[in-house]
């Protein structure tokens, strides 16, 4: 009997490789024959870097880059044994990374993802995956340019200070400093932010008030970034700031596609793929995933949906244990997840049931394995 164990992680718990590995010493407790197949996936936001490596026989890599403030950090990045890198822009630029009350949108930079970058391509990188969940800036991918080579100007010809505030004041740029290695190096963003740059849609409106932006700072931000992309598109001869996904991780979507040509697809699509879930998946009897929440917003790209999808291709069952069961988490039955369960075992505070996660997890994990069992072989 094969068992496929492939959640995200449980955030502010457990990283999906601690989640799987709990779920699977529960599986063994009641079904101690059955062969488990682990594969922690991600969306890429936090974990992804995590998830890649514990699904593959990849090389985690360390480099000194900058947080979204500009403080030096070790940030860890994946170079797989294909030449692909992956890197997630919560590594490098993450908003977790920044306390709350020092987070600051209008000078929050995302050079650390262009350095990076650098890492990879002196890593000789041929394919670079960037994930792009859970940022802290809104500079449209300035400071990741910026790290790349590429000179952002005023009018008097002086470079801009690093963050989103700053892009008001820009006059031209000057791509000729922009590391030619990235023409030789495919792109591909892991995102399921399909926002535009700017607007009461884009990347200062919707995603400004979570790191930090007050409504004043929206509108600033907002008419900064649509500054940036006015020059963009007169250097270019094309605007990119209205295209899906450009608003993705404070604009660094939007710089992306306009300069390294990267292609956009769902997060939990990319990881699948790179953990090769579909092939695990084949001759499974059973599938287990799970996030920390899951309601009707899990069916919007979220991890257990894009594994349910693959299981239901391959016509194996599919179970879901999450934290906490939200509203409207019985549409998930109508789209591939079979039962969902959640992790607690009775009241608890949110506390003491991220303390406990891992036992929960293998005793749910148990119960659901030992109920399947038994309707399989009509005890039932």
């Known amino acids: 009997m094969k068992i496929v164990v492939a959640p995200d992680s449980f955030k502010e718990s457990l990283s999906a490789p601690e989640v799987a590995a709990a779920m699977a010493r529960g599986i063994t407790l009641a079904a101690p024959h059955a062969r488990i197949h682990c594969v922690p996936m991600a969306d890429g936001g936090e974990g992804t870097v995590q998830a890649v490596l514990a699904g593959t026989q990849g090389e985690r890599r360390t480099a000194v880059a900058q947080n979204a403030l500009g403080e030096p950090i070790d940030a860890d990045w994946a170079l797989l044994g294909d030449g692909t890198a992956v890197i997630e822009m919560a590594t490098a630029g993450g908003l977790e990374q920044i306390p709350r009350a020092k987070r600051d949108p209008l000078r929050a930079s995302s050079a650390g993802v262009g350095q990076l970058i650098s890492a990879a391509l002196d890593a000789g990188a041929r394919r670079i995956v960037l994930g792009l969940g859970g940022s802290a800036t809104n500079d449209g991918g300035a400071g990741m340019l910026q790290a790349l080579g590429m000179a952002f100007l005023d009018?008097?010809?002086r470079p801009l200070e690093p963050g989103g505030a700053a892009l008001a004041r820009l006059a031209r740029i000057d791509a000729q400093g922009l590391d030619p290695r990235l023409r030789a190096v495919q792109f591909t963003i892991a995102s399921d932010v399909d926002n535009p740059l700017c607007g009461a849609q884009g990347a200062s409106a919707i995603f400004g008030p979570q790191k930090g932006a007050n409504p004043e700072q929206v509108r600033q931000l907002d008419a900064a970034l649509s500054r940036l992309a006015d020059v963009f598109a007169q250097t270019l001869g094309r605007d990119d700031r209205n295209a899906p996904g450009s608003g993705a991780a404070g604009g660094l979507g939007f710089a992306a596609r306009s300069w390294l040509g990267a292609g956009f697809r769902p997060g939990v699509e990319v990881v699948?793929?790179?953990?090769?879930l579909a092939e695990v998946v084949k001759g499974a009897s059973l599938v287990f995933t799970g996030e920390g929440r899951m309601d009707s917003q899990t069916l919007r790209g979220k991890t257990p949906m894009g594994v349910a999808r693959i299981a239901r291709e391959a016509g194996v069952p599919v179970v879901a244990i999450a934290g906490s069961l939200g509203a409207g988490y019985q549409m998930l039955y109508g789209a591939g997840i079979h039962a969902a369960f959640s992790l607690a075992e009775g009241p608890c505070t949110?506390?003491?049931?991220?303390?406990?996660?891992?036992?929960?997890?293998?005793?749910?994990?148990?119960?659901?394995?030992?109920i399947w069992l038994a309707a399989r072989h009509n005890v039932i």
């Open 155 to 157: 009018s008097d010809s």
């Open 272 to 276: 699948a793929e790179i953990g090769q």
């Open 350 to 370: 949110l506390e003491e049931a991220c303390r406990d996660a891992a036992r929960l997890l293998a005793d749910r994990a148990s119960d659901i394995m030992r």
